[in-house]
């Protein structure tokens, strides 16, 4: 009889307008929906014996307060924080508390983008970071975080 390792679990959280993809400015962000997203993701996720956590939220202090709960209950998180990553020292230092890997991920590359979204907070609190890929960058992500799970 075989005996598989029990699966890791992942939170991938979003913040805010991440639950209007698909809406919002498609031909930036894409056509999928967070819903579909996380299909795509938990699906991802089993390739690499992980349990995905996929949660949202547009409110700054309910993504603190999602960090922490990664933290105390999750292996690590794949955190998509939007617009608070160019904006957000409360994220930034949530995510500094935590003692689980953390990979900042974003659809697009926010560094190619308004010069607004030069300013990245999060950059000196994660473990690494995915920007630019689309959709395929939350693959890359799960991936990423698989390795450092292992």
């Not at 014996?49 to 690590?76: C, K, M, P, W, Y």
């Not at 924080?81 to 974003?106: C, F, G, K, L, Q």
Request: hydrophobic residues 45%.
């Amino acid at each position: 009889m075989s005996t598989s390792a029990p699966k890791l679990k992942v939170m991938i959280l979003g913040g805010p307008n991440l639950g209007r993809l698909g809406l919002r400015e498609p031909d930036i962000y894409g056509r999928m929906t967070w819903e579909e997203l996380e299909v795509r993701c938990r699906s991802w996720g089993e390739e690499f014996n992980l349990e995905i956590d996929f949660v949202q939220d547009d409110g700054e202090g309910a993504l603190v307060g999602l960090i922490h709960r990664a933290s105390d209950q999750t292996d690590g998180l794949i955190l998509n924080a939007a617009a608070y990553t160019h904006t957000s020292v409360a994220i930034r230092d949530a995510v500094a508390a935590v003692d689980i890997p953390v990979i900042e991920i974003h659809l697009t590359n926010p560094t190619a983008r308004e010069e607004f979204r030069q300013t990245n907070l999060l950059a000196g609190v994660v473990n690494a970071g995915v920007f630019g890929f689309g959709i395929n960058g939350y693959r890359l992500a799960i991936e990423g975080m698989a390795g450092l799970l292992s």
